[in-house]
């Protein structure tokens, strides 16, 4: 049987191990993880392009999108454009030179995916994942409950 605290020590354990796989990464570009975190969260959900997208859907606090956005569009990795018709809205695109860095980041999380799942069979990563979606979908409802 599965305790709380196993529940809770896997994603701490995850987030170490995943954290340190872009370790040369961020050594090289000089980049923080959280911008990596927005610069992948772009790459991955095409369409939630804004930072309050980044804010809600990846859980990183306003200010810290509001930086990471500062340095990758200062590095010349993000664009900023306005929106057709709302100009208060600000859609973030990753530039030609911020693509290889996407993909490179792309590349190291799925591998990361790889690496959790090798010890089991195809047919148990199914399943897994399959759960594993399950327990998530389930912890939402309870925040939302949480919070109304």
């Not at 709380?4 to 170490?16: D, E, G, I, N, S």
């Not at 990596?36 to 990183?60: K, M, S, W, Y």
């Not at 810290?64 to 695109?93: I, P």
């Amino acid at each position: 049987m599965i305790t709380v605290a196993q529940l809770t020590r896997l994603p701490r354990r995850f987030l170490k191990y995943y954290d340190r796989q872009f370790l040369p990464l961020l050594e090289r570009t000089g980049l923080s993880m959280r911008e990596i975190h927005v610069l992948l969260f772009l790459a991955n959900h095409p369409g939630q392009d804004t930072a309050r997208d980044v804010t809600e859907l990846r859980g990183l606090a306003k200010s810290q999108v509001s930086q990471a956005v500062e340095v990758l569009a200062g590095r010349g990795l993000l664009a900023r454009r306005a929106d057709g018709e709302d100009r208060r809205v600000v859609h973030l695109e990753i530039t030609g030179q911020g693509g290889p860095l996407a993909r490179e980041a792309q590349a190291l999380q799925a591998a990361c995916g790889r690496r959790l799942l090798a010890g089991l069979t195809e047919e148990e990563q199914t399943v897994f994942l399959r759960l594993l979606e399950r327990v998530l979908e389930e912890t939402e409802k309870l925040e939302k409950e949480r919070l109304s």
